[in-house]
């Protein structure tokens, strides 16, 4: 039985942003939507596994579902207003300038708008356009299914009570209304990259799903140099994969069997670094992609022009003069000028509660000899990381020095 | 269209110059609502608006009774008490917004945005 609806519920998820998004569109409501794409999806495994997968599945999806909505709520009698405006809705509704207009893109600004909590953002994201169910949303945050239940529909009422609108921001608006969207999609990114939890340390289903929809963004809004480096960022650290976990233990950077780094997502990366060069309208996730094409590029650790990624870092620095930037331009620091010049950097940082912090310190600390402070740092750091394989890893290190 | 109450929040004891810091301070705030007000009737956004005297004016009836049962002060006693409001006609979240940030500016107050049920 598993195998044969296998294929359907694969269709589905790659369906399923487009599907919900046209739906939106076309009832102006989200929940018309998901109730008519389940519909939809309930008719498949009904009919998919005798008849096989549809040349289009998208195509069949979207009909059934529209013609399951329509029957629905004529079915319903039209109790309301807002569904009778529904079934007129008019695509040829007026849209201020947007620089594409696609549904997916329409959805995700609706999803990442700034009225609506972070945690609701990504929820909402992965749930509408990833197409991943409640139940997997609310275990990768850790949170009980029925809080993450709550906290979708809390965002979706208010986002039809209070008319969020579901189109692309006017162009004046476009930078700061997208910055929520690349955050979004970078958070869920880390959130697969280095997991919270005792499950697997990397979870491919998130980061595998923010590059998927960074892509998407990237064929919508090919001229915004930001989701250009986004995507190259993803992809430069996404290419480490492999090499990142041996033996359930985190592995460093300087560490890494670089044989094992995906040369293609490399190579793709590299690419888009250089077109955002050509742009020459630099950002934070720009100057992030070009410090990753720069370690990508060292055949060893050994070779990493530190130089290089430092002028990168002072460039972010200017741009985002946060506490972890400079954390992270003292890691490289610590390559070119030394541990103690970092570890002076680093005490000065209101991180006590980061564990990112702690790692770094505890590993200036081991290679200036200060061996008692850096047990210490080990400690505070297996502390603060949910991680299971940075906390083997720290552990590790941790035992070297006893 | 929606209506969005348009809220603007102040502290409970009001000063010399109401919530302001100082004569001038109020005198500029009022006449940037004043302005405000003006583009919103002419940019046909406009319902209604009004400023409310002091939380301390305030009476509490329940009329669920046999007899309506009165008191004295507001309802629920906080720092903080709506000092005025819009009553704002927009198309969308994102007007509504746009609006409150310029309201918002003019009254020197956080003004809090929320939708009336059903549209307007």
Known sequence: MRNETAPVERAFREEYGHLIASLVRRFGDIDVAEDAASEALL??????????????????????????????????????????????????????????????????????HPALAPEARIALTLRLLGGLTVPEIAQAFLVPETTMAQRLTRAKRKIAAAKVPYRVPETA??????????????????????????????????????IRLARTLRDLLPEEPEVLGLLALLLLIDARRAARVADGLLVPLAEQDRSRWDRSLIAEGHALVRTCLTINRPGRYQLLAAINAVHTDAPAASETDWSQILTLYDQLTRLDPSPIVALNRAVAVAEQDGPDVALALVDRLPLTGYHAWHAARAEFLRRIGRNAEAREAYDAAIAATGNSAERAYL???????? | MTHYLLSVHGPAERGEFAAYGSKEDMEEAFAATGAFNEKLRADGYWVFAGGLAPAGTATVVDGQGETPVLTDGPYLETKEFIGGFWIIDAPDLDVALRLAAEGSAACRGKVEVRPFEGPA
């Open chain 1, 43 to 112: 008719v498949a495994l009904e009919k998919w596994p005798q008849s096989g997968v549809p040349p289009n599945p998208g195509g069949w999806l979207m009909t059934t579902a529209v013609r399951r909505a329509i029957d629905r709520l004529r079915r319903e009698n039209l109790r309301d207003a807002k569904e009778q405006a529904a079934l007129v809705y008019d695509d040829s509704t007026p849209e201020p300038t947007g620089p594409v207009e696609d549904d997916r893109l329409r959805l995700l600004f609706t999803c990442c």
């Open chain 1, 173 to 210: 608006d476009l930078p700061a209304r997208l910055d929520a969207v690349l955050t979004v999609l970078f958070l869920v990114f880390n959130e697969g990259y280095l997991a919270t939890g005792d499950g697997e340390p990397i979870r491919t289903d998130l980061t595998g799903e923010a």
């Open chain 1, 395 to 402: 552990g590790a290190k941790r035992a070297e020095l006893l």
